[in-house]
């Protein structure tokens, strides 16, 4: 079985910073595209960034220039780093991986991490 687990979030005062990880774990083959997917209270889930296999990254506007993905494929995890946090960049942050087994390629999903910047 293979699973996402993050970990990393937490309270920060605004201009604060955080990173946050994710690991991959099971009977894992390779690991195509990962991202950050972040949802706040009372809105849908949107994308925050990505990041292919080979290391190309695309971002959300609202976060280009403070936020930085970046990935260790020896460990299988994607890494979040959040530079000068806002009080709306309070959300859920999900990590999701396509990873490919040696039975299926499938989209998975981590159980989600809470990052509150407030004051």
């Known amino acids: 079985q293979v699973q996402l687990v993050e970990s990393g979030g937490g309270l920060v005062q605004p201009g604060g910073s955080l990173r946050l990880s994710c690991a991959a774990s099971?009977?894992?083959?390779?690991?195509?595209?990962m991202g950050w997917y972040s949802q706040a209270p009372g809105k849908e889930r949107e994308l925050v960034a990505t990041?292919?296999?080979?290391?190309?990254?695309k971002y959300a506007d609202s976060v280009k220039g403070r936020f930085t993905i970046s990935r260790d494929n020896a460990k299988n995890t994607v890494y979040l780093q959040m530079n000068s946090l806002k009080p709306e960049d309070t959300a859920v942050y999900y990590c999701v991986a396509v990873i490919v087994t040696y039975y299926s390629t499938r989209e998975v999903w981590g159980q989600g991490t809470l990052v509150t910047v407030a004051s």
């Open positions: 099971g009977s894992i083959v390779t690991i195509n595209g």
């Open positions: 990041i292919t296999s080979g290391g190309s990254t």
